[in-house]
């Protein structure tokens, strides 16, 4: 994989209340990733950038709901969430990472 995908797999953590439940009691955290990119990909993406060992990486395809604005109905785009468990005695802490 280039160094350049790497970049591209992951668009940012996804923020909210499961998500901290299972940061906090299971070291699993959640981000949103490309609909194309693979376990894989995701995988290597997750410990080049942040320099952790990855155990398992579990993804879901979340469909986009359909809303009405106004008088026109519109539509959400899909979107794709990595839940990504690390191995035993890493962590990700993305205040210090955001500071460097």
Avoid: C, W
């Amino acid at each position: 994989m280039s160094q350049e995908r790497i970049y591209q797999v992951l668009l940012g953590p996804h923020i909210s209340e499961k998500a901290t439940v299972l940061a906090e009691k299971h070291k699993q955290f959640v981000f949103r990733v490309r609909v194309d990119s693979n376990k894989l990909e995701i995988k290597k993406a997750i410990e080049t950038l942040f320099n952790v060992k990855v155990a398992s990486v579990n993804t879901t395809l979340t469909k986009g709901k359909n809303k009405r604005f106004g008088s026109s109905m519109g539509r959400r785009s899909d979107f794709k969430k990595a839940y990504v468990s690390l191995k035993e005695g890493f962590d990700l802490d993305f205040n210090s990472a955001a500071a460097e």
